[in-house]
């Protein structure tokens, strides 16, 4: 599939109609939108690369650059380029195997249209991605009729194009029980640390399933003969554990820890993604240490019709307030309206930034089932002071350097 086509019906969704998709397009686009595996390299790693190509030390980079994220940076480079004829398996190859010292950033910019770039770098750097995966997740649900969050996108796409039937993809998404909150106040009978939540998948009865309830495709033809259990990735990030005492090809047992219930706790101090996965009486488990709040300032705002608000946030650097990530609001709550209304903002206004004179408010870093990882609107705080809002180096022990 052409990448012009694959922005083509992107953008339709989720009012595309299913006669204007093909089978083997909609495949493809969802497997595309829905890749775990994209740029081997770190940010900063490409940000030094990106330099290196413009001859520029990354300090004038990042003045040139004023506040832009990186995946702007590159998008602005590709600002009077024509369309290009790549294909979404191109692109999938060219990101995948990019290498430390290879020059390539700007030749690839400069293959791709403004359009083309923003979306190939928002899917490459995963910068406010899920809100375009979502569009198609929504599509399906739509168009499939099935609206239960625990059947995965490729079942849906199944029964779109008749390949399953409804009944039949409904019907396992009962044997998958989603993880209840810890709330006991007595020592659990087996805990494991998981340094990263969103990493954990179940394991059941011939399927794999995300944490969110969605069957994944990669794991579950390996999955045929295993007992249930919950597996994750481990903090090197380099293979997966998992909780009961058997063989499975892509991950290994892991002993429950062995310090005690007090001691253990101490360690989700240092992982705000962190949490144990508890076996008690027979039931699975999981406790975090809660919801990390951090107090900001919105910097700007962006009314996306179809998908909501996007504010750009801002914590203190020593004196200055520096942006460092965006958030997205469904629907304005009426406070953050009302403030955003006496500061002359004009929220309605469609895809323009609006930059914010001075309003703080309070969100919070958590995991949904929906969108993984990202802020979350708390609430407006009036009275607060530019003292209030708190400092990048909180920010970071939250999300970690770059926001990987």
Not at 82 to 96: A, D, M, N, V
Not at 216 to 227: C, F, K, L
């Amino acid at each position: 599939m052409l990448l012009g086509r694959a922005i083509v019906l992107i953008s339709k969704m989720p009012k595309l109609d299913t006669k204007d998709i093909t089978k083997e397009e909609a495949y493809e686009l969802w497997e595309f939108l829905d890749e775990e595996r994209k740029l081997p390299i770190t940010k900063t790693r490409l940000k030094i690369n990106l330099a290196k190509e413009c001859g520029v030390f990354v300090e004038q980079l990042d003045a040139v650059a004023n506040g832009a994220s990186l995946a702007e940076v590159l998008i602005m480079e590709s600002s009077d380029s024509k369309t290009s004829k790549l294909k979404l398996k191109e692109i999938k190859s060219i990101i995948q195997s990019v290498t430390s010292d290879e020059e390539w950033i700007i030749p690839f910019c400069h293959s791709m249209d403004i359009t083309e770039a923003e979306f190939v770098w928002r899917w490459a750097l995963s910068e406010r991605w899920r809100s375009l995966r979502y569009r198609m997740r929504k599509w399906a649900k739509i168009n499939s009729k099935i609206n239960d969050d625990l059947i995965g996108t490729f079942e849906m796409l199944d029964v779109i194009f008749g390949l399953r039937d409804k009944q039949e993809v409904e019907r396992p998404a009962t044997e998958f029980k989603r993880l209840q909150a810890w709330n006991g106040i007595e020592i659990p009978d087996k805990y494991w640390f998981v340094n990263d939540c969103g990493t954990l998948m179940f394991l059941e009865n011939g399927v794999a399933r995300n944490r969110n309830g969605e069957i994944n495709r990669e794991y579950t033809p390996q999955v045929q003969g295993i007992d249930s259990c919950w597996c994750w990735v481990d903090v090197l990030g380099t293979t997966r554990l998992h909780s009961t005492e058997q063989d499975v090809p892509f991950s290994k047992y892991k002993e429950p820890m062995n310090i005690s219930w007090h001691e253990a706790n101490k360690i989700l101090y240092n992982y705000p993604k962190g949490g144990f996965l508890i076996l008690n009486d027979n039931d699975y488990h999981l406790y975090t240490k809660g919801t990390n709040a951090l107090v900001v300032q919105a910097l700007s705002v962006r009314h996306i019709k179809s998908t909501g608000y996007e504010f750009i946030l801002g914590v203190k650097d020593g004196i200055d307030i520096i942006d460092v990530d965006k958030m997205m609001v469904e629907n304005l709550p009426f406070e953050l309206e009302s403030a955003l209304k006496r500061n002359k903002v004009p929220v309605q206004n469609s895809h323009t930034n609006h930059d914010i004179p001075f309003v703080v408010i309070e969100v919070a870093y958590s995991w949904r089932a929906e969108d993984g990882w990202g802020w979350r609107y708390i609430t407006t705080l009036d009275d607060a002071s530019i003292n209030e809002i708190d400092e990048y180096t909180t920010y970071i022990s939250m999300v970690g350097v770059d926001n990987e």
